[in-house]
């Protein structure tokens, strides 16, 4: 019987969950067919998702998630706990004559490739299925900031949630809780500043570099941005300043996850400037451990991209046609150029 790779794994697991383009259905079809392992894990999975579907969305019980992840965990902790009481009780054997010495580093040895036999077995897998669970947890975050959107329409003549903002005015200056409107993420923040959506639901479950801002409904409205870089994890589309026109038929992407070319900014007196490279240009958001990246439609759908271009003319969303330098003040020339930032 062959093993699967993680690759695999994942093809398998996408497939289940209706992630897969018409391509890899056709490889993941083919794959189950021919492979016993592959076959097995489908059965596997497509089980556990039927018991599923009689649950809802809402009602998904996240804690029992990450309870189990943490007693896999533990687990592991506990087998690389043995591990170094086994090299400290041999450091303890100052006395020890040399056979008995290397007879008992035979044993330490022993242990240690037990373990990292034992760990590559599950920390593979165990990574794999807490990336799925962060992805599945964003796009439901994200879809609730899709409602929150919905509502805030609902209320204000159908205006999408945006601020003021002046010609050539920087968009980068996140966390700036001063008059003007120098931050892209301004517009977001009227709706946790609203009631709309917590502000929790801004920071994806998978991005290291995210913290979710404890304030009550209160303190809410003391702010005029997100208080800090941390607080935001997602990138937010910058409108080009021509309206939409009859000719960018199809949907627009609202949404994403962070965009990597701005996962570190200065401070707001400090000078921005992006230079873009091969690396910058072929990298998915930091959010999914770089596998790819949710995004949110203005039709309300959330889906994600293995890969960074979307729509028919394959545009890049994180970057702007022909602009090699960024200082934080471009915008889109037409709709039909994403650019989410920051």
């Not at 040895?109 to 669970?133: C, D, E, G, M, T």
């Not at 980068?172 to 993420?185: A, C, F, P």
């Not at 991209?305 to 969303?317: H, N, S, T």
Request: with cysteine.
């Amino acid at each position: 019987m062959s093993t699967l790779d993680n690759r695999q794994r994942q093809l398998v697991f996408d497939y289940c969950l209706g992630l897969t383009t018409e391509k890899e259905t056709a490889e993941a079809e083919e794959l189950i067919r021919s492979d016993k392992q592959a076959a097995e894990l489908h059965s596997a999975l497509k089980f556990v998702a039927s018991a599923l579907d009689s649950l809802e969305s809402e009602l998904c019980p996240d804690e029992l998630v990450e309870g189990t992840i943490l007693r896999l965990t533990n687990t592991a902790r506990a087998s690389q706990a043995r591990l170094a009481q086994l090299l400290a009780d041999e450091q303890a054997r100052t006395v020890a004559g040399p056979r008995h010495l290397w007879w008992n580093i035979g044993r330490v040895l022993a242990a240690a490739a037990v373990i990292l036999i034992v760990a590559s077995i599950w920390f593979a897998p165990l990574n794999f299925a807490r990336q799925k669970y962060y992805q599945y947890r964003c796009q439901m975050q994200l879809a609730r900031i899709a409602g929150g959107i919905n509502q805030y329409m609902a209320e204000h003549d159908g205006q999408m949630p945006a601020v003021a903002t002046a010609a050539g005015a920087p968009w980068w200056k996140v966390g700036y809780q001063g008059s003007g409107n120098y931050s892209n993420t301004r517009h977001l923040w009227l709706l946790p500043r609203g009631g709309y959506v917590e502000p929790a639901d801004f920071v994806c479950p998978g991005a290291m570099q995210g913290q979710a801002v404890q304030l009550d409904s209160l303190q809410v409205k003391d702010y005029n941005d997100f208080p800090d870089r941390k607080h935001v994890t997602f990138s937010f589309r910058i409108r080009c300043n021509k309206p939409r026109g009859a000719s960018t038929a199809g949907r627009m992407i609202l949404i994403s996850d962070l965009n990597p070319l701005f996962e570190v900014l200065p401070r707001p007196d400090e000078t921005f400037i992006v230079r873009l490279n091969k690396e910058l240009l072929n990298l998915n958001s930091a959010n999914h451990n770089r596998t790819g990246q949710n995004v949110l439609l203005d039709d309300g759908s959330v889906k994600f991209l293995k890969m960074r271009r979307f729509g028919i003319a394959e545009d890049d969303i994180f970057t702007l046609q022909d602009t090699k330098v960024y200082q934080g003040v471009e915008v889109p020339l037409c709709e039909t150029d994403t650019f989410l930032a920051p």
